[in-house]
């Protein structure tokens, strides 16, 4: 059975390493991306795989990205979200939210999202500086990206419990330890995430959390399973998590692995995966519909 028409794919990036470096694309095992991925490399792979609409996410900490991304979903007729940037600790960030909205293409901002996975404390959603920050995201009317690995879950947990009036939405299912084939204790963390109403999840970014030299759909289907246990259809979304999907697959790839590991779905409830729940929650407009 095939996806449904008119997939959107909740999470892609793009980089120019002309207008500036991808720090973290350093090492051999990274080096089939580090190159310039843009929206022309993108839409016919996304066209050819059904897809009618995406979000396009932030890839570093620095804040001239998120007006350029903006600028490129306005003038662009595939990108109908953008999930951005902002220092979550500064004191004027409600300011900063309301700035970004009010560039060309902000209306096109719908989250904001820091690389939490990055930090060294596993308390770091939970510091009162990056909750009033998180108020504000919420206030701004925007949902909040976790990217996050397994053992920075419980903070999310307790962050999310904090804020009820936040959705938060959980990247790549939490990073499971796939090429290790060992679902604890991500798997306690992720159900206790979901267990909270105001949590959604992207079914995204397995593919490279597997051996990305060796993986199968069958590899991928405990931590899918889980997650769709968990989360439920209308709480799932589909993501190619392209370019860095590369490194392990194809975007056509990506996307029939997760039209086999969804198989198990009605028609209604795949519907939501790969479409309705990001335009709900995203909040994406007529051109998504």
């Given amino acids: 059975m095939a996806p449904p028409m008119g997939i959107i794919d909740a999470h892609h990036h793009v980089w120019d390493l002309a207008v500036r470096d991808q720090g973290w694309i350093a090492g051999g095992e ?19 795989a059904g897809v009618r609409a995406t979000v396009l996410v932030q890839t570093v900490t620095v804040a001239e990205e998120t007006p350029e991304f903006l600028e490129l979903a306005a003038g662009s007729g595939l990108v109908a979200g953008v999930v951005g940037w902002t220092d979550l600790t500064a004191p004027d960030v409600a300011d900063t939210l309301a700035a970004l909205r009010a560039l060309p293409g902000g209306d096109l901002l719908v989250g904001i999202r820091h690389q939490v996975q990055g930090e060294p404390d596993p308390e770091w959603l939970l510091r009162p500086d990056v909750l009033r920050g998180l108020r504000a995201v919420a ?28 959705t938060f939405v959980l990247d790549h299912a939490g990073k499971p330890p796939v090429a290790q084939r060992r679902t604890h204790p991500w798997a306690d963390g992720l159900r206790a995430l979901a267990a909270l109403p105001n949590t959604v999840c992207k079914l995204s970014g397995l593919v490279t959390e597997a051996d990305p030299r060796s993986w199968t759909v069958e590899d991928l289907r405990p931590y899918a399973d889980t997650v769709i246990g968990a989360f439920g259809p209308d709480r799932l979304m589909f993501g190619s998590d392209w370019p860095v999907c590369r490194l392990a697959a194809s975007y056509t790839e990506v996307v029939e692995a997760a039209r086999v590991l969804t198989g198990g779905l009605d028609d209604d409830e795949r519907r939501s995966v790969f479409a309705a729940t990001a335009h709900r929650v995203y909040g994406l407009g007529e051109a998504a519909g």
């Fill in 139 to 166: 206030e701004a009317g925007l949902v909040y990206d976790l990217i996050v690995l397994p053992h920075q879950l419980p903070a999310a947990v307790r962050a999310a419990a904090l804020l009820p009036g936040l």
């Fill in 30 to 48: 990274l080096a089939p991306i580090r190159r310039t991925f843009t929206l022309a490399d993108l839409e016919p792979e996304a066209r050819a």
